[in-house]
């Protein structure tokens, strides 16, 4: 789009003295009609009521414009004001209030009723704003450019501690932002603009829908003809950044926000110096500075989100978090790591972290850590923070999220921005049960077995709760490695030890150790550092380069997985992968088998919930206890036909099959 190349293109001719007549004919005018130049075939007929400045250029209008109900309009320009602009084929623009200036229109572009439309000056569209996300009184700012993802950004705002790889992440952006600063900008190919107020320095991608806008002001709307943008009536947004497939429509106000693929932000939705990532959603409510990862959702009116990092949340309604004690300012941060859920009225005090698909009951007023006991529900009891660890292990509703995000991905462009694993168990999650079953050991052992309560990071455990949450951690750490073993075995007969242990050798060296969630992107720590020390020495030094790095952690997570894997079936066999005996795999079967009967036992007892008695209070108004059991069976069906409890029954048979077949074809190598 740069301005000084675009008037040089040989298709072009001058009007002719019959075209200019014709045009001030039609109430048309000009400041100089030598400045406007037409390609061949261009209908003068298709121009009326409109002024002319600066360079213009005009292709032809000789297609009919299908509008809503059916209407049809002939494409042209009609009582409009238009400076220094190039308007492509069959473009329909009508009742431009005050005018259009600085714009490439590109091919088949409707623009009705709209009042401004200007690029003032030199515009990066958005391109460069920096976001203060997680501490509003900066510090982890985010420069937003077109193609941020959840993972790029997550570098800079969490890893301050390594200067050199942010500054140099800060240049490349900069680049970028250079690279697309123009004077004139784009309404793309296909898009329609209808009534709108205010559109100053915002580009428009493809197929775009901008519908009854009140103001969009130095942004980038990132649409493409695969997953259009659409951004819809009342909206306000200011320095802000639209990927594909994204919707801000009913009355939603942003400012210095970036919005990711598939996000839908509406009814009055607020948010400020945040940042959404693919697939999130967010009505009614309020955001302000925070890192909304992948699928972050909050549907309700009295929900705010403020200063946090958050990803796979669901919001209930009236969540709050207090970031500041009225004395530095709001300087504190909360960590709410993927998969958690909020109750209604939940309150929790910054600086906190949550772990990994926790629920959070009640209102919390201490600062907790709980990111090595995920699974967990953390409720409020007589104003005291409770936690029951690994219960939400058991929970049909876990289940149902995870399978639920993958069939929920909105995005339908070929070229997905966040690279997201679904994963309930993953390296990640079973080292935080791992150290999580360690933990409650050593507060059995520290505390005394006969201690009513354990305290840890501000939060109390019972007894009772302690002893279930170290068995549930064992049960789903042995279902992982089990899964991991299995797959790796399955579908290959052996015809000796040395074959089978040749086939458990990893493939890599890198995965053992910590694992992180780079805001949806599981990674070994180790390749994580081996990538910013790459773009730290310049070996990574384009952007292009570093999206490449984490597609790259991304598709050999299976490799990573399993060498995480043998790493743990290691030290819990106490012996190396290439001493490994039919007998171990037998063993670590038995193991997994159990463990996965008797998960799916407590998720069908906990899904048999669902359909007692008193779930069905309020069902059957005006007849007896049968028509009550009638009228929730035709509502919400029967437990015995349920799709999840069937799915859970077949889940349980498969796996018992899985099991026993591997089984036996590892006692037919010990023979």
Not at 195 to 210: F, T, Y
Request: charged share 20%; with cysteine; net charge negative.
């Amino acid at each position: 789009m740069a301005s000084e190349s675009i008037w040089h293109q040989g298709e072009f001719h001058p009007l002719s003295s019959d075209q200019i007549s014709q045009l001030t004919g039609q109430g048309c005018s000009c400041d100089d009609w030598s400045k406007v130049q037409v390609v061949q075939g261009f209908n003068a007929k298709a121009v009326k009521s409109t002024h002319f400045s600066g360079q213009i250029r005009l292709g032809v209008f000789e297609k009919q414009v299908s509008f809503l109900g059916g209407v049809k309009k002939p494409a042209g320009i009609n009582n409009a004001t238009i400076h220094n602009c190039i308007i492509g084929n069959n473009v329909y623009i009508n009742q431009v209030k005050n005018y259009i200036a600085n714009y490439i229109i590109e091919d088949d572009a409707v623009i009705d009723n709209v009042e401004l439309l200007a690029v003032e000056g030199e515009s990066s569209f958005g391109n460069g704003t920096e976001v203060a996300v997680v501490n509003e009184a900066g510090g982890r700012e985010i420069p937003i450019y077109d193609s941020l993802s959840a993972h790029i950004a997550y570098v800079i705002a969490f890893y301050r501690h390594k200067p050199e790889v942010i500054k140099k992440l800060q240049e490349m952006i900069a680049g970028y932002c250079r690279s697309v600063t123009s004077s004139m900008s784009l309404v793309g190919k296909g898009s329609r603009l209808i009534n709108c107020r205010i559109i100053k320095n915002v580009k428009l991608g493809p197929a775009s829908v901008i519908e009854g806008a009140s103001k969009l002001e130095n942004g980038s709307v990132n649409s493409c003809s695969e997953d259009p943008v659409y951004i819809g009536p009342g909206v306000f947004a200011e320095d802000f950044i639209a990927c594909s497939g994204s919707r801000i429509t009913d009355g939603t106000i942003i400012g210095n926000c970036f919005v990711g693929q598939g996000t839908v932000l509406a009814k009055q939705y607020s948010a400020e110096n945040s940042v959404f990532f693919a697939n999130c959603g967010g009505f009614h409510g309020e955001a302000c500075a925070i890192f909304a990862g992948p699928y972050t959702v909050t549907h309700h009116k009295s929900t705010l989100l403020i200063a946090g990092l958050f990803s796979f949340l669901n919001a209930g309604s009236g969540t709050n978090q207090s970031n500041h004690m009225y004395k530095l300012g709001p300087v504190h941060q909360g960590i709410v790591e993927r998969g958690s859920k909020t109750g209604s009225d939940s309150y929790m005090l910054w600086p906190a972290k949550v772990g990994a698909f926790t629920v959070v009951m009640g209102r919390h007023y201490r600062n907790s850590d709980t990111s090595d006991l995920p699974f967990s529900y953390l409720i409020e009891h007589e104003d005291e923070s409770v936690l029951a660890p690994g219960v939400n292990l058991r929970s049909v509703g876990t289940v149902r999220d995870a399978r639920k995000w993958p069939r929920r991905d909105r995005r339908k462009s070929s070229e997905k921005l966040d690279l997201i694993n679904f994963k309930l168990l993953s390296p990640y999650t079973i080292q935080k049960m791992l150290n999580g079953r360690e933990l409650l050991k050593n507060l059995k052992t520290t505390s005394g077995e006969t201690s009513d309560f354990f305290t840890y990071h501000n939060v109390k455990i019972n007894n009772t709760s302690l002893e279930r949450g170290i068995n549930l951690y064992e049960v789903g750490i042995h279902k992982f490695l089990g899964n991991c073993l299995i797959h790796r075995l399955e579908n290959q007969n052996f015809e000796s030890i040395e074959e089978l242990r040749t086939t458990l050798l990893p493939e890599t060296e890198l995965g053992p150790g910590k694992w992180i969630d780079l805001a949806g992107l599981f990674a070994p720590d180790q390749v994580v550092q081996k990538m910013l020390c790459d773009i730290e020495n310049g070996t990574i030094h384009t952007l292009e380069q570093v999206a490449g790095a984490f597609k790259s952690i991304y598709d050999n997570y299976p490799l990573y997985e399993w060498a995480w894997a043998v790493d743990v079936l290691q030290q819990s066999l106490d012996k190396k992968i290439d001493e490994i005996s039919p007998e171990d795999v037998i063993k670590l079967t038995l193991k997994w088998k159990k463990a996965v009967v008797d998960l799916d036992h407590q998720l069908y007892s906990d899904a048999k919930k669902e359909f007692i008695s008193t779930a069905q209070i309020g069902f059957g108004l005006d007849g007896d206890k049968q028509t009550k059991h009638s009228d929730f069976a035709a509502v919400r069906g029967t437990f015995e036909k349920d799709s999840f409890v069937s799915e859970i029954e077949k889940h349980i048979s498969s796996k018992t099959e899985l099991a026993n077949e591997l089984i036996n074809r590892m006692e037919k190598l010990c023979k």
